[in-house]
């Protein structure tokens, strides 16, 4: 089985978030030469955004619903055979259970991951790539006058890039990367022996919440600032990550 099938075989389990980090790492491997692939995963994303977002509810035109009980009440007063009371009763009985079944099966149905959950993993595996590449940063630099503009022309947005060395996260550099299917900025922090990758990118109208969770071993926080999404991740423990998250909202 050639790359592109194996790949292509796993894109609905890598959308699920089904996946090792180590197959992860390898589909977005291929995803990033193939762009057939990548297509095909961004039309699974949107299909399954709009799906939880409700935006492929369709509004029946005005008078359809009248139109439907006219055309019941025609057919109600048709020639159809009536049932004896006895009958009608044991349908109505009948039709309980199943109706409790169907119940059940919608509640039961499990749910897939939400799309702060898919994100989130997509992060946890960009700041696994970086170091096991060794390119965490594109531009080294702790001055974040190098920084800030080294983005310039790269990205559409302009990312906010402070040094936070005074609180004991001083600023590496930066780099680009690739998450939710768009480009985005990452900002580069250390912590003692532990590298940060902090993501960002453009989000006003965003959905999602803040908050975190952890990923295989690393922890990951999500909040919005100033019109923007950021995504930290590291392994790094949780209270000294919020630090940081709170640093750079200040």
Known sequence: MSGHEKASRLLEAYLDGELDLVRSLEVE????????????????????????DGSLYYDAPK???????????????????VAPAGWRWRAVAA???????????LVAIPKG?????????EVASAHVRSLMAEHLTDVASSDRHTVKPWFNGKLDFSPEVKDLAG??????GGRLDYIGGRAVAALVFRRGNHSINVFVWPEPDARGGDGESSIQGYNVIRWRHSGMRY??????????LLELAGDLQR
Request: aromatic share 4%.
């Open 95 to 105: 039709t309980v259970p199943v109706a409790a079944a169907l119940a059940w099966a």
């Open 231 to 240: 995504w930290a991740v590291s392994d790094l423990n949780l209270p000294e």
């Open 29 to 52: 491997r291929h995803l990033s030469e193939c762009e057939p692939c990548s297509g095909a995963l961004r039309r699974q994303r949107a299909l399954r955004s709009a799906l939880m």
């Open 113 to 121: 991951p939400s799309q702060d959950e898919l994100v989130s993993r």
């Open 63 to 81: 008078g359809l619903s009248e139109r439907v009980r006219t055309e019941v009440r025609k057919t109600s007063k048709g020639s159809r055979p």
């Open 167 to 172: 609180e004991g996260y001083p600023l590496v």
